[in-house]
Each structure stands twice: as structure tokens, then as C-alpha cells.
């Protein structure tokens, strides 16, 4: 197969069709917005640089700084303030460090000392009888018990994926975990065990990065090598199978369409999406149908700049995260200009606030102005907030972060025989292969 077509322009579909072209294929990419990255987006405002996506790629795989080096990223990237390395939740109304050592762990609040004993108890409990489906959530409360669920792994979860622990299942949300359990019984043993594998797939040391314009570079270096081969603004309208080929019918802008030839089509683009594409002479065709039910719930980006003597709290972190057993109206807050340098103009904080998710559906669709309100009147209480925001401005998802549960396995099947009775054709995205960065550049 020579020809290959890839719908979408995102992480994975950059990264796809860089690796492909290294190949000697012959690679054409339709996006049908006018700019590359999918989700990655970086925004300059008034001084503060925002980004409507992923915040940090957390480098910790090697074949992530792999790929990383190989588009010409990897020197770019800018490390994240030591500060980052501390991480917060709320615990009784209020912002508590998570532990970073054993000592910390023992004096840290974030934990009773009864969740302590149970959590360091894991050790000793039993396999899962039936692992395969168990969820987050099961998981969690069976080997470290229902405080760390409430209280590490509820906020956790919500950080990543807006989504409850409940939904989500652990061998698509989690493997390694899974993996863990099954071969050293213990998820403390095992990480310990495993770090000291000949094979371990792990860096010595993990990063935790961005870039000096916001995330925006990563699809921008991935982008370098293929702009002969990218097609912005272009729709793919239809896609047809004729014997040995690939028939894809795509639509710029100003209406024109044109038909293209190709030995393969790899799409891309969003789950949600695929239903706006024509899909002729497709074998098993109502397996697209599962493929474009991916689980998202909206989510609502807000992100407040301040004057910094207005805020008493330090800001020495990462963010913090609410579990939902502190009945709070937002999901997390991250220290943006603590993060990276460039944030925001001098003497000024930025901070990027999570409302919505799973927990939340419809607080997400809101007004702009009540959720720059939500957050707030939550803000201004959990960090002594003095003074009102000079900056404000909200970005919403629709369909926001696609969901590890029970309809990611759905969706894979579906996927899997698709590609199975039509040779030549593939799927591949973040609702197949996960949500994280390092997963979208492994697409491949």
C-alpha cells in the first residue's frame, strides 16, 4: 500500500502520517479545520498564554522523548517549575498537600490514619477473581480502600478524564495496573519490582514539559515534515471502496469538491465525528455506528488572571484537585504561571479552572458569565482571594474527553472488525487508544 490517506490533523493523525511518510508512502492529510493540532491549542490574550487543550506532556516513556526528538521537539521543550512536583486536593474545605515521600505521607492530612493503615495494607490483599471488566473505582476501594478512593483517586480521575471512577474501567483506563496485580499479586510491590526490569519502558528520570508558546508547537513540529501533505479547511465528505481502492470525496471551503484515489484511509478525527462522513460499500457498516458512540460529557475551561498581591495563598504547585465528597462546583484548579515561565505578564497570576465533566454535565453549558462566577466564588475562598480578576475567559467542550469505560471496548471491536472486512481501512484517535499525549503520539 503506497497511497494513504489520514483524516485529521491532530496529535495522532500528524503522528501517523509523519511515521508513514519516514516509510516512503506516499501521504495525504485532510483537515477540515484551518489549522493543525485537533484539541492542541495555544492562545495569546492581553499578555496571558492560554492553552484550550493539554497543559503538560509528561514525558516519562522512551518512546515518547523518542518521538520527540524525531520531529524536532524534544529541544523546544521547557520543564516545568520544580514547584510542579507538589500536588494538591481539598480536604475539609480546604487545599492540602498530597504526600511526595513516605515521611510526608505519614504526617499529610490528605488521609485519616485509619486510610493510611488500609492503604499500606494493599500488600496483602488477594488477586481480583474476575479482572477483565472491573472498574476504577472497584479497583481502587478493594486494594487501598473507600478513603483513597474518595480522597485520591475521585480528584485524580476527575483531573484527567472529567470523569467519575465508577465509569471508567481499569484495563482501558489503567493497565498497568491490571498488569501489575496479575503478575506480582501488589500494586506497591510491583511498581517497586518493576522499575528494575531490563525492559522497563520507563525513562530514568521523567519530564514534565511544554513549550515557550504552549502545546501548540508539539502538533507544530509534527506538522514541519508534512507540509506538502497536509490539506487545511478540507472536508472528507465520502469515502467509497472499489475493489483494491479507496475512493475519498473531499470538500474545501468554497464548495468545491474533488475525488481522490488511495490504497488506504486512516481516519483520525473524533468518534463523534464519523457520522459526518458518507460511508459507501462498507462491509459490517453498522459497526460505525458503535465506533461514533464514544462516551464524552462536556467540559468548561476557565482561566482568571489576578493581580499577584491579590492572592494570599502561594501558589506553590502544581494545582489542586476537589474530590466530590467536598461538594464543590469545580473540578481542579491549575497553577498555570506557576507552571511555565510566559504564563502571564508580570505581577499577574493566571489560573486555569476545570468545571463540568461527569460530575457536572450540565453546570458545563452554562453562561459564560456563571461560570466565570463559579469559579470565583470558589477561588476567592480556598485561596484567600482579596482583589476581583483583571483577565477572564472561558472555552467550552462539547465533547470534551473521550471516556476509558465500557464503550471504549465497544468502540475497539468495532474498530477492529471493520479494518478486518475492509482491508485497507483503520481507525485509530484518542477514543481508541486512549486520551494521553504520549498515547496520541503512538498512535502508529
Known amino acids: 500500500m503506497n497511497r494513504i490517506c489520514i483524516i485529521g490533523a491532530g496529535i495522532s493523525g500528524l503522528s501517523i502520517a509523519s511515521e508513514k511518510k519516514k516509510l516512503g508512502k506516499i501521504v495525504k492529510v485532510f483537515e477540515s479545520a484551518n489549522r493543525i493540532g485537533g484539541v492542541i491549542e495555544s492562545e495569546e490574550i492581553d499578555g496571558y498564554l492560554l492553552d484550550y487543550g493539554a497543559n503538560t506532556l509528561n514525558v516519562r516513556l522512551k518512546s515518547t522523548k523518542e518521538r520527540l526528538e524525531n520531529c524536532g521537539a524534544w529541544d523546544s521543550c521547557i520543564d516545568a517549575n520544580l514547584l510542579a512536583n507538589k500536588r494538591m486536593i481539598v480536604r475539609d474545605g480546604k487545599i492540602v498537600d498530597l504526600p511526595h515521600s513516605f515521611l510526608s505521607f505519614l504526617t499529610s492530612p490528605f488521609l485519616s490514619i485509619k486510610g493510611k493503615l488500609r492503604l499500606l495494607a494493599e500488600p496483602l490483599v488477594a488477586r481480583s477473581n474476575e479482572p477483565e471488566n472491573e472498574s476504577v473505582a472497584s479497583f481502587i476501594k478493594r486494594r487501598l480502600g473507600q478513603e483513597a478512593l474518595d480522597y485520591a483517586a475521585n480528584p485524580f480521575l476527575a483531573g484527567i478524564f472529567a470523569a467519575n471512577p465508577e465509569s471508567l474501567i481499569l484495563n482501558q483506563a489503567f493497565p498497568r495496573f491490571a498488569v501489575l496485580e496479575k ?14 526490569l531490563s525492559d522497563n519502558p520507563n525513562l530514568p528520570t521523567s519530564r514534565l514539559v511544554s513549550f515557550p508558546n504552549g502545546m501548540e508547537e508539539l502538533p507544530e513540529k509534527l506538522g514541519c515534515s508534512l507540509k506538502n501533505e497536509i490539506s487545511l479547511s478540507t472536508s472528507v465528505k465520502k469515502i467509497s471502496r472499489n475493489n483494491n481502492s479507496w475512493a475519498v470525496t473531499v470538500q474545501k471551503q468554497t464548495g468545491e469538491q474533488t475525488v481522490h484515489d488511495f490504497d488506504q484511509v486512516i481516519s483520525t478525527i473524533p468518534s463523534h465525528r464519523l457520522d459526518s462522513i458518507e460511508w459507501q460499500n462498507i462491509k459490517e457498516h453498522d459497526e460505525l455506528n458503535i465506533l461514533n458512540s464514544s462516551t464524552h460529557h ?120 471493520l479494518s478486518l472486512q475492509n482491508p485497507g481501512l483503520s481507525f485509530s484517535g484518542s477514543y481508541l487508544c486512549g486520551v494521553s499525549l504520549p498515547n496520541c503520539l503512538d498512535a502508529c
Open 183 to 196: 503478575n506480582y499479586r501488589s500494586i506497591l510491590l510491583g511498581l517497586k519490582k518493576s522499575r528494575k
Open 298 to 417: 462536556p467540559l468548561a475551561m476557565v482561566y482568571l488572571g489576578y493581580e499577584k498581591k491579590d492572592i494570599l495563598h502561594p501558589l506553590d504547585g502544581f494545582g489542586f484537585l476537589v474530590p466530590e465528597v467536598e461538594k464543590k462546583k469545580i473540578l481542579g484548579t491549575l497553577f498555570s504561571s506557576t507552571l511555565f515561565p510566559g504564563r502571564a505578564p508580570d505581577g499577574k497570576i493566571l489560573l486555569t479552572t476545570f468545571i463540568g465533566g461527569e460530575r457536572d454535565p450540565s453546570l458545563a453549558q452554562q453562561k459564560e458569565s456563571i461560570l466565570i462566577s463559579t469559579a470565583k466564588k470558589e477561588l476567592t475562598k480556598l485561596l484567600k482571594i482579596k482583589g476581583e480578576p483583571t483577565f477572564q475567559k472561558v472555552k467550552k467542550w462539547s465533547n470534551a474527553i473521550p471516556l476509558p469505560d465500557k464503550q471504549m471496548i465497544k468502540c475497539k471491536k468495532a474498530a477492529q472488525k
